[in-house]
């Protein structure tokens, strides 16, 4: 099957940008180079396509409630303009996904789910809803990243309204560029920054207009090699590398995105037991002691016997230092442990450290 | 981009001939590719490499790539400059990214690589 094109496909081979299959959709990996892009992205700005994300809507009386019992985080104590982040999980506490739940008011909530699980998630919420029915909105939506610290400054230029009022978490709707916009002091890269959710026909004028006003301070477009080595960076968890099915969010370190005291939610039961007799495994973040490069999936070590596996890994360009993420036992998962990592059948040391490993 | 004082593998890979000793690195081609190359690892001096054989790995930001040697012979010398400024594969693939130097015991198998003219038209034929 023929992968999908967002509607910036033309822009991004006008841009120089290099294509490629990802879940699905023909996204571009780099344009100028993938540490340029990064380093933009955290010194100016950069402007990414993430329109292959899912959306799936709740909506009228309920929709709040119905919403609430499918995933970790509360929207109850979220005010209306607010997003949380959070677990979509299955009976077993596993990962469905990982979300982003908007609150625009108690009856409507809207929920951003990754490309790779869109169809997934929506079968999955549609299956286990209990009030409002979830409607697949995806194709509705464009969605276009700005981050960076020049980030703000860039997209106030362009709004019909002042944004310092939109916190961190927090969003509006309004225009940008004369686009009716969802305007979301949201991100993946651990810069300050905008994602905004435009209407698919007006995403590349929105695209061009951004690229234009943020030239001047440095802007550049970034493909999904600059997002992955900035959110690897802040230990930010990828579905499919450091969170799937099988692991729950207390075992991925993000006990914080899940509220026990909300009352029930699909998985809340496996969790409750995690808790109390403690996960037996926890993704850390790691850096290398020895020269190499850690790759998802490689096998971690200790005393010569496989222990766990290497979930992201990368050179940082900002950290300038080999860093990854995995799996361990929980006796290895305090900060200093060390253990090493397997690269081509070659014992690599690493040792556990605080994260993100980048600090602003 | 494809000087002719080098010759040519199939594996985007340059070698360049003075005396018995045999320079090898990747070629413009093969480092746009990549992307940003980040790390090279290296073989050890006295090493001993075979033709079409794995001698090393280099790792863009992106991939995972083996090396290949188009050469038998023993490793004399490698580019520790690498280990500091991986860059230099992208910016100066056939200078100061070059990767390791091989002494042979017979020119034949470099003599039988590809020229600029013919990889070139590898290139353009395998796009």
Redesign the interface.
């Known amino acids: 099957m023929a992968p999908r094109q967002t509607p910036l496909n033309a822009a991004h081979k006008q841009l120089g940008g290099r294509l490629v299959d990802f879940a699905g959709w023909e996204m571009p990996v780099q344009y100028s180079g993938v540490i340029a892009e990064h380093e933009a992205v955290r010194t100016a700005a950069g402007i990414f396509d993430v329109s292959h994300m899912g959306e799936v809507e709740f909506k009228g009386a309920g929709a709040l409630e119905t919403a609430n019992a499918l995933i970790t985080n509360d929207l109850a104590k979220a005010t209306d303009g607010q997003a949380v982040y959070a677990g979509l999980l299955n009976d077993q506490g596993g990962f469905v996904d990982d979300v982003v739940a908007y609150r625009f008011n108690s009856e409507h909530i809207l929920i951003c789910v990754n490309a790779s699980n869109a169809d997934k998630d929506f079968g999955w919420m549609t299956e286990r809803a209990k009030g409002v029915k979830p409607v697949n909105r995806s194709a509705e939506f464009a969605q276009l990243a700005v981050q960076g610290p020049k980030a703000f400054g860039i997209v106030q230029k362009l709004a019909s309204k002042p944004l310092d009022g939109v916190a961190t978490y927090r969003f509006t709707t309004g225009q940008v560029a004369g686009v009716e916009c969802i305007i979301s002091r949201t991100g993946y890269t651990g810069e300050d920054g905008f994602e905004l959710y435009c209407p698919p026909k007006d995403a590349e004028k929105l695209w061009f207009a951004v690229l234009e006003a943020g030239k001047g301070d440095g802007l550049v477009p970034a493909g999904l090699g600059a997002r992955d080595s900035l959110r690897t960076e802040m230990k930010y968890a990828l579905y499919g590398n450091d969170i799937d099915d099988q692991h729950t969010p207390l075992e991925a370190g993000l006990g914080w995105i899940v509220k026990m005291d909300k009352g029930d939610f699909v998985g809340r039961a496996v969790l409750e037991k995690q808790k109390a007799e403690g996960v037996k495994r926890k993704l850390v973040g790691f850096e290398l002691t020895e020269a190499g490069i850690p790759r998802s999936h490689y096998p971690i070590l200790k005393d010569g016997q496989k222990v766990g596996e290497v979930t992201s890994g990368t050179m940082g360009p900002s950290v300038k230092k080999a860093v990854g993420i995995g799996y361990v036992p929980t006796a290895l998962a305090a900060e200093g442990s060390v253990f090493q990592v397997e690269i081509r059948g070659r014992p690599v040391g690493a040792r556990v450290v605080k994260t993100p490993f980048y600090k602003r | 981009m494809y000087p002719n004082d080098v010759k040519y593998t199939k594996d985007h890979e340059w070698a360049k001939k003075s005396g018995n000793t045999i320079a090898i690195g990747v070629t413009h081609h093969a480092q746009e590719a990549l ?2 190359v ?2 090279v ?1 290296l073989p050890k001096i006295g090493a001993e490499v075979k033709a079409g054989e794995r001698f090393g ?1 280099i ?4 991939a ?1 790539s083996d090396l290949f040697s188009p050469v038998t012979g023993k490793v004399v010398k490698v580019n520790d400059d690498l ?1 500091g400024n991986p ?1 230099k594969v992208n910016s100066e693939p056939y200078a100061g990214g070059w990767i390791i130097e091989v002494e042979v015991g017979s020119t034949a198998e470099f003599d039988a690589l590809m020229d600029s003219g013919t990889y070139q038209k590898l290139l353009s034929t395998s796009k």
Do not use: F, H, P, W
């Open positions: 992307g940003d980040v790390y690892e790995t790792e863009s930001t992106k995972v280990s860059q």
